[in-house]
């Protein structure tokens, strides 16, 4: 997430990454890990986008880099 702060990251785009295939895709661990991190950043950094997935927002004044094109 750190390394895309200001887009939405998916929860099946976490999964895969952080998984083998056969992980149990209707396993909460991705929402508990969420929910630690909040804890730790804060509520407004680890925001959820319903229906898309998990925001980490930039820090107050920068705005989030754009990729190269």
């Known amino acids: 997430m750190m390394h895309h702060v200001g887009r939405v990251i998916s929860r099946t785009e976490l999964v ?7 992980f149990d895709r ?7 890990f969420v ?15 319903r229906g898309l997935g998990y925001l980490l927002a930039p ?7 754009r990729p190269a094109r």
């Open 16 to 22: 895969e990454h952080l998984y083998d295939q056969d």
């Open 26 to 32: 209707d396993s909460n661990t991705i929402e508990v």
């Open 35 to 49: 929910g630690r991190l909040r804890k730790k950043l804060g509520t407004d950094q680890l925001q959820t986008v």
């Open 59 to 65: 820090p107050e004044g920068e705005t989030p880099a």
